[in-house]
């Protein structure tokens, strides 16, 4: 079916009349808030209302007393739910805009009643919407009777066309708790072939006198106890759909065929090849397009606003919606996928309101579309096994077949208790329960097993839910992104709290073939984080370690991600070095080096090698001039994918522990041809000079070097030119005559050291005769300080030789602060001189020893000379 809309009032129009004739009446048109609400207590925003709870229960101060918006709304879940009756009715949606006016504490029913009722049937030229006034039927709260008063006497409806029903169709209540209020509705009557006379009060389906507009009196907020206080000031809230009435301006049956709908139901008609019965609510294949289109519409609105499909909350009903629409399409006999073909429709459809929607396309269809290929893994086993179970004996599915599809097979319980239904066929829930009960035990348990346990489940839901990191890197600094998940990240280096952030997409590079990961930025309208680390998290999922610098991230939130590009640079230079030093590596040690790992970041690189020897100087100077001849060279690199064996053949060499699948990148650079995954030069020329600072070995064959390239090379080379320049002039000469001052100075320093010597032994001689004057008997003992302990021992033996001397112990503090023992008994006497100072050196806090005519011993602590020097004193006896 085609259709057009020439001449009538598109959504886009109905959307402008609604909040223009509101405007022109002192209200703020109010651009319209996401479907993820603020507020905790609800999914989604269920109502016009929500964004403004705040300010009707006087939380917050409103900034203008009245405003007007098309908010979109979604009811999926909770106390507003009507996923389950998308496609079996006229009007129900899980998406829709709602079309309101509120007053916050402004004006009350006396104002808001006359104003729908203008707006309602003023003509389309004046600015209204054309209805007839006397098609329209009301409905207040049986209790009323202001509002009824209002709509007769002052607006002028029969009262014939006026009924009053209970709390549960005149009743508004947010949630279970929040603001609430009677209410009053507009119906229209669409005529006889719609249903039963009578008002609203006596039609059953709500075909006939449709409801159109909803005025809600808010009066109360309703706590989680029941009771119901008073809000602030009575305030008006109301809402109309917009689905609805666009169906009746654009004079079609349902919200199918209005220009929001069709296009979806033209595209999937046009996927799936049936044909669309327009009002057939029995044909299976309509109501089945009915459900693609509005769950494509749906879940576009809900994945541009930020929710994901998951298992947890609203990212489990957007699983369920999709599911629920794959489920469909599979009935359809569709085995290709289908949503993102019916997701670019539903763009087309809302991106002149919402041109987000437009700019966030690629992203919607992807996150779709990977949603219904996970499902379809699963969908057609799941069915077969549903299939068996929903036999004709059975009037109630087990609920561990339930638990089984959910688990294994992915089926949303909600899904299985559908189609169970329409055999109708209950499913045991308490069963299902109670499987799930016992599971979720069971991983709580087996994420007790390892410390990181937890964090890999983390990154697990998050590979699961959006799929794996697209990276842009290898040609791209930065890239527009979208901040899929925020998780705990580990602490820093300083000690502050990190996150572990995840994009879609991402120019950073991770962590592996020894290559160190990217740092740079995430940054969003709201905010800044720092990335300070990527790696991966799982395989090809990404994770950027980052602390938050400025404002906030969240997720759901665009962005751009940007790498350091200097820093990557570097990096990139010193990558292709490597490759080239491990050419030259082999070119000169031999052909049995092989890598053993490697770390290239941007200030130098490491590679460690196989070989059975230290690599002589010589030998590192061969190896660099052959990487820098390769350098000089500036051979463009070549980076291309092939297959492992066709790499064999062309004598790629393959990194060290790196795993790769049957398709390999290989890296041609210079002479040199090896597998990599990692960022390089475009032509080897890049790299700068590569030089090796250091070689060592780090196990038995196993040796490493690390070179530096780039910039480093130069600061090396300059840090090196400003060294020698420095010690020539410290040697008073020029750089170029370096080895020669050195020279001389070194001829100084040993002329000097003779001198030395030759006045130190002249110095003891005069010491030593002074010493042998104050001997009595033959006996010297006494302290000398600040000699070496050498030195003392010398004089102790210049002493003794003096004529007469028959023993000598010289104790003192020495010329670094410990203390010094000598005992010494003249040649040819049988006792050791060990027996002088043994007793002695104990009282300086230290022990010694000898056994011949000369003894030595150290202390630490000369407070106890003076005690040493009289226990050797009363040692002397035993020599002589
Ligand atoms: N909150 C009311 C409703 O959702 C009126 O906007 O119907």
Redesign the pocket.
């Known amino acids: 079916m085609t259709s057009t809309f020439e001449g009538q009032m598109t959504a886009d129009q109905l959307r402008d009349t609604f909040t223009g004739f509101f405007a022109a009446k002192d209200h703020t048109v109010v651009q319209s808030a996401s479907l993820i609400p603020h507020d905790p207590t609800v999914l989604f925003n ?4 929500v964004p403004f709870k705040d300010y009707f229960v006087g939380n917050e101060q409103p900034p203008f007393k009245r405003a007007t918006a098309s908010q979109k709304c979604a009811r999926a879940g909770g106390k507003h739910n009507d996923l389950d009756d998308v496609g079996r009715t006229k009007r129900h949606l899980v998406f829709f805009e ?1 079309l ?1 006016n509120f007053s916050f504490g402004d004006y009350f029913k006396e104002a808001a009643i006359p104003y729908a009722w203008d707006l309602m049937t003023e003509s389309v030229e004046q600015g209204g919407l054309g209805f007839d006034g006397d098609k329209l039927w009301i409905t207040v709260h049986e209790s009323d009777d202001e509002a009824e008063h209002i709509w007769h006497e002052q607006v002028g409806v029969p009262m014939e066309r006026i009924q009053r029903l209970g709390d549960k169709d005149n009743y ?1 209540q ?1 949630g279970d708790t929040g603001p609430c209020g009677p ?1 009053s509705e507009i119906h229209i009557d669409r005529g006889p072939a719609f249903g039963p006379d009578g008002g609203p009060l006596l039609d059953p389906t709500g075909d006939r006198f449709m409801e159109l507009w ?1 005025l ?1 009196f808010m009066q109360f907020n309703q706590s989680a106890d029941g009771t119901r206080t008073a809000l602030p000031k009575p305030s008006i ?3 109309a759909g917009l689905e609805r009435i666009l169906a009746l301006k654009q004079g079609v049956d349902s919200v199918w065929e209005t220009d929001l709908m069709q296009p979806l139901i033209d595209e999937a008609q046009s996927i799936t090849g049936h044909k669309y019965i327009v009002g057939d609510y029995d044909d299976r294949a309509s109501f089945a397009m009915r459900v693609l289109a509005e769950h494509a519409r749906s879940s576009t609105m809900l994945v541009n606003d930020g929710v994901f499909p998951s298992n947890e909350a609203r990212g489990y009903v957007l699983r369920r919606i999709i599911r629920r629409a794959v489920r469909f399409a599979y009935l359809l006999g569709t085995d290709k996928l289908v949503m993102p073909r019916l997701v670019e429709v539903a763009g087309n459809v809302m991106g002149q309101a919402y041109p987000d929607v437009t700019k966030n396309m690629g992203f919607i269809t992807d996150v779709i579309g990977k949603e219904e290929e996970r499902f379809r893994h699963t969908l057609k086993n799941g069915l077969a096994i549903l299939d068996g179970e929903l036999n004709d004996d059975t009037d109630k599915l087990s609920g561990s077949t339930a638990f089984l599809l959910h688990d294994t097979y992915g089926f949303p319980l909600e899904l299985t208790q559908e189609i169970a239904s329409e055999r109708s066929i209950d499913v045991d829930l308490d069963g299902f329960n109670a499987d799930m009960t016992a599971q979720r035990q069971r991983a709580k348990a087996a994420q007790k097993g390892g410390a990181d346990a937890g964090a890999i489940e983390g990154f697990r839901d998050v590979l699961d839910q959006f799929g794996v990191t697209e990276f842009v890197g290898y040609t791209d600094d930065f890239a527009d992104c979208r901040v899929l998940a925020i998780l705990d990240g580990p602490a820093d280096a300083d000690g502050n709290a990190t996150v572990d952030i995840f994009v879609d997409r991402t120019p950073f590079y991770a962590e592996s073939g020894g290559q160190i990961g990217d740092t740079g930025t995430i940054t969003t309208d709201s905010g800044t984080a720092t990335v300070l680390d990527t790696t991966f998290a799982l395989p090809n999922l990404r994770r950027h370690n980052a602390r938050v610098t400025d404002g906030t991230v969240s997720v759901g939130q665009t962005g751009t991600a940007s790498i350091d590009v200097l820093r990557r640079d570097a990096i990139r230079r010193n990558h292709t070095a490597t490759h080239l030093l491990h050419y030259a590596l082999r070119h000169v040690l031999g052909e049995h080096v092989k890598q053993a790992g490697s770390m290239v970041g941007p200030d130098r690189l490491r590679f460690d090698f196989s070989h059975y020897d230290a690599v002589t100087p010589a030998q590192i100077k061969q190896i660099e001039d052959i990487a820098n001849h390769e350098t000089l060279g500036n051979m463009p690199t070549r980076i291309f994918e092939t297959t492992k064996d066709e790499a064999e053949a062309l004598g790629a060499i393959a990194f060290f522990g790196d795993k790769y699948g049957d398709i390999v990148r290989v890296l041609e650079a210079g002479s040199t041809i090896e597998l990599c995954g990692g960022t390089h030069v475009r032509a080897t020329g890049d790299i700068g000079t590569i030089k090796v600072v250091s070689e060592s070995s780090i196990g038995s064959n196993l040796r490493r070097i690390e070179a530096v390239s780039g910039d480093a090379s130069v600061a090396l080379l300059q840090r090196d030119e400003s060294l020698i320049s420095e010690v020539a002039q410290m040697v008073g000469t020029q750089a170029d005559d370096l080895l020669g001052g050195v020279q001389r100075k070194l001829d100084e320093v040993k002329g000097l050291q003779d001198e030395i010597k030759a006045l130190r032994s002249q110095l003891a001689a005069g010491r030593a005769s002074e010493l042998a004057d104050i001997a009595v008997e033959g006996v010297v003992v006494t302290q000398v300080d600040g000699l070496s302990p050498g030195d003392l021992r010398e004089l102790a033996i210049a002493v003794r030789q003096t004529p007469g001397i028959q023993v000598v112990v010289l104790v003192g503090e020495t010329d670094t602060g410990g203390v010094s023992l000598v005992g010494a008994v003249a040649p040819g006497n049988p006792k050791p001189a060990s027996l002088l100072i043994k007793d002695a050196a104990r009282a300086v806090g230290g022990g010694g020893g000898g056994k011949g005519d000369i003894a030595t011993a150290g202390g630490k602590d000369p407070s106890g000379i003076a005690e040493a020097l009289r226990i050797a004193a009363e040692a002397v006896p035993q020599v002589l």
């Open positions: 269920v109502a016009g209302m709602m309101g508004w947010m209410c909803n809600v809230d109301t809402g």
